[in-house]
């Protein structure tokens, strides 16, 4: 005891105050980046010049001066993919600026997206990725910023616009002209276990899917993308009448999950088949082209989900956003992401771009995507509606058999 | 003297008090907490017949569920490894304390491929036997299944929390009960139970608070395809929505889930705080100058071996056989000749990177660091007030401190969230968001209860005639508390030190929510590859995981004192006689 209040009793000055280190250093938690410049307001992103060259300049200028970037890529991509793709994309542009690149699935960070805008603050990514039905969520609530002077700027910085191969608006289009950019696109369709199914007793229509005989057979993902597009899809449509397909559906099916989860519990046998995108089939396959799994289209029709950049309102780095939105269109990036997502660009040129086109063509499959002609661009508006997000919320609902 | 440690517990109690506030203002707001208006809508929404026809019975099944399978585990496992003399006593606490470390999902998914109608592999033998197509056997779609699994998970926090009680549990207590002629099982049942009926039902309301508030495996068995819809998915959803198109927050609901959530939970705390309380009228546990008594099992210890070795094998070895199996396959398939022939370790190649390089472990490894550290300080500082001072507010003090635990992580995750959000247009000054720090304010929040559990058993224990002769000799508080006080407690610091350490490394709802590109934490980087399909690279980081906690907590173990029995109710004795007095 006198051993312990003697050592109370000794003289500190030999030592180390820690404690009063360790409470000045704790604030430092709180920095996100040590090198940040202060947070600017700029909006848009326009090149002065309407020469392409010019217009470039500018923009890589601005680039340069805010000396960072910000961007997401898709949460499924390999981490491996981020050294090289921002090698590239510094190298294209002669920029030495500090990129910070994070996989993040937009369904997840698109609702605090939107609650940033609301909420006049920041984006925490100057640039973001997103399918068809998250973009118009994050376009529809003014969380995306106008690209102005854009196709001049996609022509200089894409060689397949700039040859003429590749038209500007199919890179932009619709109600996301000026704002959102496609990069790459999948289709919807079943993927099924050849050893549980066979490929003559699939369900050949979406409404097959609520035949007793499907009864815990299937899963499909909580997303509305497998559903959504079916009002351009059919000749007459009732919105009612779909719902209750939607919901018995969704009481017959095993399990609502996400897709990659459902695919590899198809392989794994626990369930026969999956609503799912067609890269799945691919990626399965390149790991194992063993495993027991083929995919098969719809009769009916089968969504062509495309995926988009866009730059965030308030980012903090427009400029160097939107050259990234904009070089993520080449096929220089392409070659980095697509050998291990195995994702097409359904206007690339690439070998699994060719397979992409050749296989629905062959299979005569009705592929539907929301920028094909002005039926479905008004669909896609619709959604933005109030009555269209209470419909696309019940669709939500009855995926989940409620 | 008490000025500090008041206002330090002041300082942390008004974070939860504000976000408490901010969860319940949430649920009468038309839309984001910054626009005007007053609306009851959200609670109108949420008040439909599936409520309560579905999801209040499911979390109910859940909740009580949970508390039956780990109090039927944890209760005779607390017994054998703290008060008899059953061999192997070490290593098999070692191995309980690894299984909070061991992610949920894979539990869940080892349990799918054990017990599933169609792939199940229990059902096949079962079927082979009896000659049966399938048997209708599954842990999915069932609330049952998921307290079955919750079940497993949580006896270990009950397990560590029933033996502390345990070990301390004065002997001539149950020597008197045996020399009045009672038999073993008797003894355990009318003397030995009910001294540490405080200690079991906090141990069951913690299991049931957590058993509510967990996501992951309710939704992998059933959930979220809304076959078993419980508060917790229901809550979920609010915030994370399904349908891309619809994704914006439902800010209003998501406080409304969070406030029924912690209805139940606030009603057990009130339960156990009742029984604490009557408990001190007739405490008999004292702190001074005895050693529990050790059962001899004899014959039978074989027996209790095995009941040890059948909870790990459920627990423990199953997942672990499921992770590493994962991790060495390209594609998930069931074991089988073929899938053999397919193994590898190519999911370990590149694996740091696939995780995010060492910006994540050392994000990682900061947060673990400042959260112990963090959770230890404010605990002592809270239990300081609420043991060893008669300020008039220690009571509430320690009924507030307790509070965060009866409302779901999820919920203070999200305020903390949206605060973050506004904090940076109207406060541009206070990074909260993207930032490790947010992260480490909602573990803090979150761990404080427990934390302050352990302290305060912790300095009750320690006499307060060592204070006085410090004291007398003209020391300050501060250097009482730093050189007499935390030197006694220190197996106790230790314990909580690693546990909370623990807890921050496999935590993942909180940490997901609020993580950003400057943020990222192991625990999100392994959600994110499972859930974007690499299952393979998950498992292998999952199996790492695992590995570098089992080595980190048999050092513990080594360094606290060998034997891990009880580790509270170790790290909470006093010294011995000759030292104290």
């Known amino acids: 005891m006198m051993r312990i209040l003697r050592e109370v009793r000794r003289p500190r000055s030999v030592r180390l105050p820690w404690q009063i280190l360790v409470f000045l250093l704790l604030p430092t938690l709180f920095v996100t980046d040590f090198g940040a410049k202060p947070f600017s307001m700029k909006l848009a992103v326009a090149a002065e010049s309407p020469k392409g060259k010019q217009a470039l300049d500018a923009l890589v200028a601005k680039a340069k001066q805010e000396g960072e970037l910000v961007a997401t890529i898709q949460s499924s991509w390999s981490k491996g993919l981020i050294q090289p793709l921002t090698d590239a994309f510094k190298k294209r542009f002669g920029l030495d600026i500090k990129i910070t690149i994070a996989n993040v699935n937009s369904a997840r960070h698109f609702p605090v997206a939107i609650a940033e805008t609301q909420a006049g603050a920041p984006a925490t990514y100057d640039v973001v990725q997103g399918d068809d039905a998250e973009t118009m969520s994050i376009v529809g609530a003014e969380a995306t910023q106008k690209v102005s002077n854009w196709a001049t700027l996609l022509a200089e910085i894409n060689p397949l616009v700039r040859s003429g191969k590749v038209r500007s608006d199919a890179i932009s289009r619709g109600p996301f002209q000026d704002h959102s950019f496609v990069f790459m696109a999948n289709v919807k369709q079943l993927i099924y276990n050849t050893k549980s199914i066979s490929e003559k007793d699939l369900p050949r229509t979406h409404k097959d899917l609520t035949d007793p005989k499907y009864k815990g057979k299937f899963a499909q993902p909580p997303w509305t993308s497998h559903w959504e597009i079916a009002p351009v899809a059919f000749d007459k449509f009732d919105r009612n009448e779909w719902l209750e397909v939607v919901r018995r559906a969704g009481k017959n099916s095993a399990a609502v999950i996400g897709e990659s989860a459902a695919v590899q519990r198809v392989v794994l046998g626990e369930f026969a088949f999956a609503l799912a995108q067609d890269r799945y089939t691919r990626q399965i396959l390149a790991k194992d082209p063993k495993a027991p799994i083929a995919a098969r289209f719809f009769d009916d029709y089968n969504e062509l989900n495309q995926v988009y950049y866009s730059v965030r309102t308030r980012a903090r780095h427009p400029a160097a956003g939107t050259l990234w939105a904009l070089w993520m269109t080449t096929a220089d990036a392409q070659k980095i992401w697509q050998p291990s997502d195995l994702q097409a660009v359904p206007y690339g040129d690439s070998d699994l771009d060719r397979e992409f086109r050749q296989g629905i063509e062959k299979s005569k499959a009705r592929v539907i995507g929301f920028l094909d002609n002005e039926k479905t661009i008004e669909l896609l508006k619709w959604y933005r509606t109030e009555e269209g997000r209470k419909y696309l919320d019940a669709l939500a609902k009855a995926i989940r058999g409620e | ?581």
């Open chain 2, 1 to 581: 003297m008490d000025a500090i440690p008041l206002a330090f517990s002041w300082l942390l109690l008004s974070v939860i008090i504000a976000l408490l506030a901010f969860v319940l203002y949430m649920t009468f707001v038309p839309g984001l907490p910054t626009e005007p208006g007053f609306t009851l809508r959200h609670w109108s929404n949420v008040a439909s017949s599936r409520l309560l026809t579905s999801v209040i019975p499911n979390t109910a099944i859940v909740g009580f569920g949970t508390i039956f399978i780990g109090a039927f585990f944890a209760l005779p496992l607390a017994w054998l490894l703290n008060r008899t003399n059953l061999p192997l006593r070490t290593i098999f606490t070692a191995i309980i304390g690894i299984v909070p470390v061991i992610p949920g999902f894979i539990l869940a998914m080892g349990w799918i491929m054990l017990l599933d109608e169609r792939i199940g592999l229990i059902n096949n033998a079962l079927a082979s036997v009896l000659g049966i197509p399938s048997v209708a056997l599954s842990v999915k779609d069932s609330p049952w299944g998921i307290a079955w699994v919750l079940g497993l998970i949580l006896t270990a926090p009950i397990f560590f929390l029933i033996g502390g009680p345990l070990c301390r549990i004065d002997p001539s207590l149950e020597e008197a009960a045996s020399v009045s002629g009672m038999k073993h099982l008797t003894v355990l049942r009318r003397v030995t139970l009910p001294l540490v009926w405080p200690g079991i039902l906090g141990g069951m309301i913690y299991t049931f608070m957590t058993a509510v508030s967990i996501f992951e495996i309710p939704a992998l068995l059933g959930a979220a395809s809304g076959k078993v819809p419980v508060l917790a998915s229901e809550i979920f959803y609010s915030v994370r929505p399904g349908g891309p198109i619809t994704a914006t927050f439902a800010y209003g609901a998501a406080g409304v889930y969070g406030t029924l959530l912690a209805v139940p939970s606030l009603l057990a705390l009130y339960l156990y705080l009742r029984v604490l309380h009557q408990a001190e009228r007739y405490q008999v546990i004292t702190g001074k100058g005895y050693r529990s008594r050790e059962t001899d099992l004899g014959a039978f210890a074989w027996v209790g071996v095995l009941f040890v070795v059948l909870y790990l094998a459920l627990a423990v070895g199953l997942p672990i056989f499921v992770l590493v199996w994962a991790s060495l396959m390209p594609v998930l398939q069931m074991p089988s000749r073929e899938a053999l022939a397919k193994l590898s370790f190519e999911n370990y190649h590149g694996l740091l990177e696939e995780l995010g390089g060492t910006d994540v472990i050392w994000n990682t490894v900061l947060v673990m660091g400042c959260v112990s550290l963090l959770v230890i300080f404010f605990s002592f500082m809270i239990s300081w007030v609420v043991v060893r001072t008669r300020v008039p507010s220690r009571k509430t003090i320690d009924m507030l401190a307790m509070l965060p635990h009866a409302i779901p992580s999820l919920a203070f995750a999200f305020a903390l969230a949206m605060i973050a959000i506004l904090a940076s247009r109207w406060l541009p000054w206070l990074p909260l968001s993207g930032t490790l720090g947010i992260i480490m304010i909602a573990h803090l929040v979150n761990r404080v209860p427990y934390g302050t559990r352990v302290m305060n058993s912790a300095l009750g224990q320690v006499h307060h005639e060592l204070e006085e002769v410090a004291q007398v000799c003209g020391t300050r508080t501060p250097t009482i508390m730093r050189r007499v006080v935390l030197p006694l407690i220190k197996p106790s610091v230790v314990y909580l030190a690693v546990w909370t350490a623990m807890l921050s490394f496999q935590e993942v709802t909180m940490a997901l929510f609020l993580s950003g590109p400057h943020n990222s934490v192991l625990s999100v980087s392994i959600w994110g590859l499972w859930e974007a399909g690499s299952l393979g690279t998950a498992a292998a980081g999952a199996v790492a995981m695992v590995s570098i906690m089992g080595v980190l907590m048999f050092a513990v173990l080594k360094f606290v004192g060998g034997s891990a029995t009880g580790l509270v109710g170790r790290g909470t004795a006093v010294p011995p006689p000759s030292e104290t007095r």
